[in-house]
């Protein structure tokens, strides 16, 4: 039986009409899955949510380029990190669900494949319950994951997931929610800690550092949303994650990441201002 949240989700994704919204939701605000899901294409937003973005294109018109290049970029490197073996994936802050999710490309290459989603939006939660419902080897949850011991020590987390074997952890386009006050290092460091050997970290972060006018955004972004977003630089970035080793090419624009042919012509990777790269958890 689907709960009310899961049944809002279900009637947007079929077009039916919409009864109540998931508990939490406040749409008073935009939140940084909804605005997201609307850059993506996708239909679960709302006029908070677009009007936000419809402003963050007059700042810097390559929007959603940002949004389009990290998803491309999380498809490649989830693939890579399955050609290396892995099986079991902990998706952190995965959003509200969209074309070619973990799952999907998980699963596509291994039926067997494991995916727990992690996210601290009810909408983006709901969502995900109603599209996965009743899949054996996904989980979706509502958690926090500046407390990983809440995300990792879940019952569903610990049902689907057995960190004695590598595993990938997936923190793509979210650390950058992660406010100084909140120790983004330390976040980082936990997750390391139950990381063994063979496993990888997918990680992408957002950054002006080739385009000043995103600092203008993110001050749009601020002021309607319930998230706060926090840029950093690379080198801020790469300090952050001192306990990992970068596969090649290392922390770089999302469409240079191991892009699979040729970019388009005109496909410039900057303007997706963010970093992102896979690493492997240094041991110690
Ligand atoms: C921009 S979306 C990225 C979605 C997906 N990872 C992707 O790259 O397509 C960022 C997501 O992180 C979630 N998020 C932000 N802070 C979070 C936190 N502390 N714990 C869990 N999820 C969080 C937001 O709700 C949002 O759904």
Same mark, same amino acid.
């Given at each position: 039986?689907?709960? /009310?949240?899961?049944?809002?989700?279900?009637?947007?994704?079929?077009?039916?009409?919409?009864?109540?919204?998931?508990?939490?939701?406040?749409?008073?605000?935009?939140?940084?899955?909804?605005?997201? $899901?609307?850059?993506?294409? @996708? /239909?679960?937003?709302?006029?908070? *949510?677009?009007?936000?973005?419809?402003?963050?294109?007059?700042?810097?018109?390559?929007?959603?380029?940002?949004?389009?290049?990290?998803?491309?970029?999380?498809? &490649?490197?989830?693939? +890579?990190?399955?050609? %290396?073996?892995?099986?079991?994936?902990?998706?952190? !802050? /995965?959003?509200?669900?969209?074309?070619?999710?973990?799952?999907?490309?998980?699963?596509?290459?291994?039926?067997?494949?494991?995916?727990?989603?992690? *996210?601290?939006?009810?909408?983006?939660?709901?969502?995900?319950?109603?599209?996965? %419902?009743?899949?054996?080897?996904?989980? #979706?949850?509502?958690?926090?994951?500046?407390?990983?011991? /809440?995300?990792?020590? +879940?019952?569903?987390?610990?049902?689907?997931? *057995?960190?004695?074997?590598?595993?990938?952890?997936?923190?793509?386009?979210?650390?950058?929610?992660?406010?100084?006050? *909140?120790?983004?290092?330390?976040?980082?460091?936990?997750?390391?800690? #139950?990381?063994?050997? @063979? =496993?990888?970290? #997918?990680?992408?972060?957002?950054?002006?550092?080739?385009?000043?006018?995103? +600092?203008?955004?993110?001050?749009?972004?601020?002021?309607?949303? =319930?998230?706060?977003?926090?840029? &950093? =630089?690379?080198?801020?970035?790469?300090?952050?994650?001192?306990?990992?080793?970068?596969?090649?090419? @290392?922390?770089? +624009?999302?469409?240079?990441?191991?892009? $699979?042919?040729?970019?388009?012509?005109?496909?410039?990777? =900057?303007?997706?201002?963010?970093?992102?790269?896979?690493?492997?958890?240094?041991? !110690?």
């Amino acid at each position: 039986m689907r709960d /009310s949240s899961e049944r809002w989700a279900a009637a947007h994704l079929t077009e039916e009409p919409v009864p109540e919204l998931p508990r939490g939701a406040d749409i008073s605000r935009s939140s940084a899955s909804r605005v997201y $899901d609307y850059g993506l294409g @996708g /239909s679960h937003n709302f006029e908070v *949510d677009r009007r936000v973005l419809d402003e963050i294109k007059k700042i810097f018109p390559a929007t959603p380029q940002p949004a389009r290049d990290n998803r491309a970029f999380l498809g &490649r490197a989830v693939r +890579h990190c399955q050609r %290396r073996g892995i099986r079991q994936f902990l998706d952190l !802050g /995965s959003g509200i669900p969209t074309v070619g999710n973990v799952h999907e490309i998980a699963q596509r290459g291994d039926p067997l494949a494991r995916v727990v989603y992690v *996210d601290i939006d009810p909408v983006a939660v709901a969502c995900g319950r109603a599209l996965l %419902r009743g899949r054996e080897r996904t989980r #979706v949850l509502q958690a926090d994951m500046r407390r990983p011991r /809440s995300v990792l020590d +879940h019952p569903e987390t610990r049902e689907l997931l *057995d960190f004695a074997e590598p595993v990938a952890v997936l923190m793509v386009a979210m650390t950058h929610y992660l406010a100084d006050e *909140d120790d983004p290092a330390g976040v980082l460091a936990a997750y390391h800690r #139950v990381m063994s050997p @063979g =496993s990888f970290l #997918v990680f992408s972060h957002m950054t002006a550092d080739d385009h000043p006018e995103v +600092h203008r955004t993110v001050e749009a972004f601020n002021a309607g949303s =319930s998230d706060r977003l926090v840029l &950093r =630089s690379r080198e801020e970035i790469a300090a952050l994650l001192a306990g990992f080793e970068f596969v090649e090419p @290392g922390l770089v +624009h999302p469409a240079a990441w191991r892009p $699979d042919g040729p970019l388009a012509a005109g496909h410039d990777p =900057s303007l997706a201002a963010c970093y992102a790269g896979v690493a492997a958890p240094i041991p !110690g």
